[in-house]
């Protein structure tokens, strides 16, 4: 299975992005879906899930409220809607496929089996 992920770019403060996800090579039913995200001297950082049957949606606090997270079965495609960015939204984003369901819906990087390559993000103030 591949992810791919894109929409990345150079917005302003205040500004929207949707970022894409399509997966290819086979199915992840059953999977966890996610993003996470990286920022220079940084650790991995989870952003957004989205379980399995799509009922239950998470975010880390931060984003809460500007991002939603959302997915096309018929598309094999996930997406990540960020409005209202910040400065510190600034990182290289990855999708992430982690199988099962996850306490808080929320995977750990280290229970993620697929990763996309990453889109980088930048917010300029």
């Known amino acids: 299975v591949q992810l791919q992920a894109s929409g990345g770019g150079l917005v302003q403060a205040g500004e929207s992005l949707r970022l894409s996800c399509s997966t290819s090579?086979?199915?992840?039913?059953?999977?966890?879906m996610g993003w996470f995200r990286q920022a220079p001297g940084k650790e991995r950082e989870f952003v957004a899930a989205t379980s399995p049957s799509g009922s239950t949606t998470t975010y880390l606090a931060s984003v809460k409220g500007r991002f939603t997270i959302s997915k096309d079965n018929a598309r094999n495609t996930m997406y990540l809607q960020m409005n209202s960015l910040k400065p510190e939204d600034t990182a290289v984003y990855y999708c992430?496929?982690?199988?099962?369901?996850?306490?808080?819906?929320?995977?750990?990087?280290?229970?993620?089996?697929?990763w996309g390559q990453g889109t980088l993000v930048t917010v300029s103030s």
């Open positions: 992430a496929a982690a199988p099962g369901l996850y306490r808080n819906n929320m995977p750990e990087p280290r229970s993620v089996a697929y």
């Open positions: 090579g086979g199915t992840l039913v059953g999977y966890t």
